[in-house]
């Protein structure tokens, strides 16, 4: 394998990265669409797509064994490729966690919720453009936007700490709130779950640049 052939492997596996990224996006807003619509058929749809993310995951692993396999790689180069299958590791633990969600759409049909769903949709919004810049900077090798986008993960802790206070009192308030106030609070560390699989990747792509690991999940 030349070095040309080599590059051009390594940007198909970048190439897969960001469809795999893309994917798993839209598994999380159509979760939380489902959730807020109390939508079964869009619960439905998750789990069904749950496959998308677990073949490209398996794709992207065997691309990486064959790109090692054909050439001795360089120091850089294996970085690259160790790198990317840790990446795609997260991504799809991400998607198992639409997957929760969708199954809790189901678990809550027909029920009427307690309160009108507003910071869990927000929670979602800032998932999702974690992942994008998350995988952005991966694709760019910008460890300035790594940092950045790892910094959104507070918002996600305050608004969960917010979410959790919230509901502990609809709990106290009334025991028959608590079985589907605990489910909310189960999104909630999914999502929160989802975001610290963005914090990884962002931490494999400080590793890709700079070649030291430096946890970023605190």
């Not at 990224?21 to 839209?26: A, L, N, Y």
């Not at 760019?140 to 959104?152: H, I, S």
């Amino acid at each position: 394998m030349t070095r040309g052939s080599f590059d051009l492997g390594l940007q198909n596996l970048h190439n897969d990265v960001l469809r795999m990224g893309s994917i798993v996006e839209k598994q999380i807003h159509l979760s939380i669409e489902a959730l807020v619509n109390q939508d079964e058929e869009k619960a439905d749809l998750v789990i069904k797509n749950d496959d998308l993310a677990d073949n490209l995951q398996k794709e992207i692993e065997d691309k990486c064994i064959k790109l090692i396999a054909m050439q001795q790689p360089l120091a850089k180069d294996l970085r690259n490729i160790f790198t990317t299958t840790k990446i795609v590791t997260d991504l799809e633990r991400m998607a198992d966690h639409a997957v929760d969600i969708a199954k809790i759409v189901k678990r809550l049909k027909g029920e009427k919720y307690l309160k009108e769903l507003v910071d869990i949709p927000k929670m979602s919004d800032i998932v999702q453009d974690m992942i994008k810049k998350s995988i952005d900077a991966y694709i760019t090798g910008d460890v300035d936007k790594a940092y950045e986008t790892c910094k959104m993960d507070d918002e996600i802790d305050a608004i969960y700490r917010q979410v959790f206070s919230e509901l502990l009192v609809y709990m106290t308030k009334d025991k028959s709130n608590i079985a589907q106030a605990t489910q909310f609070l189960f999104v909630c560390k999914f999502l929160e779950r989802v975001a610290d699989h963005t914090t990884n990747i962002c931490e494999w792509t400080i590793y890709l640049v700079k070649g030291e690991f430096i946890d970023l999940n605190d």
